[in-house]
């Protein structure tokens, strides 16, 4: 990493070589995200079906996580229109207090050991509810096995939010076994196939003019990066605002439509050198309603003119999932080339892991 030279931010991207960068091959798990669709449907489908779900008819679906295991339950939360109970997503220490035995609760963590995680999967426990947990092994995974609760196991060996194909799909199949949606299989089939050729498009190997994750990666680097999205892309935007922040070491933040047009335009107004230091990227979705995009043009022009750059990324596909999918490869994609454009490595997260050692001890 160290003696990697950084491409300047003048140049043109080119046929990026990343791997001085990528010490762990995150590129190659960005494209990997269709196969992940695919076979963690099918293996967590295959995990679950041992088990008889909980309860007959959940009173309301509970998902517990942090981080890159939190944000595959929000992209699924926007995906199942058929869900006529309510689904929230806790990252916390407790579970809300409507959680009764007849709520479906979910703790998902990645290396399994996460203790806001592992305190909600004691929660439940506390509460009557017989959770599902899905991890790679660690004291959730534990917990399941002991506790006869079903385990959805996604493989080791990658940074929790590289895994995110296999989470969602996990958390899919666990509403579908609970009975709780309609078919789900050709969302996952749609969005696999849509990210697929989106991540060939979007290769180290394929130059500016053919690639649009490089150009946008360069207007935003340098700046802080505001994602906004609604509707379906609002987990969209979330997940691109960790992936900037996790892969490419930089400041981001998000916020959803249309609550920011009730606050954050106005933060725009006071301070324009402030406001030059912020690019905005808008994620659209060609399904919202007339109402919601007549508020995001709107906003794109008051907006252009006192950011550094406003920038429109719409999503590809027509079921949910491959809307949502669409836009959070793009993000995942930019993420890494703004990576490369820092001379930064994407995988380690010292931050993340510095501050649980301080916990620990
Ligand atoms: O991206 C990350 O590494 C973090 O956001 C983790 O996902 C988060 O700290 C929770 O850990 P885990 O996913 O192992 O539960």
Redesign the pocket.
Known sequence: MASAQRPSDAADLGPVSVGEFDSEDHFAMAASLADQLEEGWKAARDDLRAFKPPVDRPDGVVVC???????GADVVRVCMPGLTVPFEVVRAYDLPAWVSPRTLVVA???????E??LACADDAFGRGCRPVCV??G?A?GALARKRDRPLVTVPPGM?????LGY?ATSLAATLDWAGLVGEFAPQVAEAAEIVRSMAAELHPAVPDEANPAKPLARRLHGHVALIYGAGVTAPAARRWK?QIN?NGKAPAFFAEFPELNHNEIVGWTGDPALARTMHVVLLVDPWASERIARRIDYTAEHLSGRTAGVDVVTAAGESPFARVCSVITMGDFVSLYLAVLSGVDPTP?AA??EL?RHLRS
């Open positions: 996580g942090m981080g890159g295991s939190a944000i998902v963590s990645y290396s399994g050991n996460t806001e995680t991890a790679t660690g959730l940074q929790p939010r590289a895994a989470l960790g996790e997260v993340i892991e649980k």
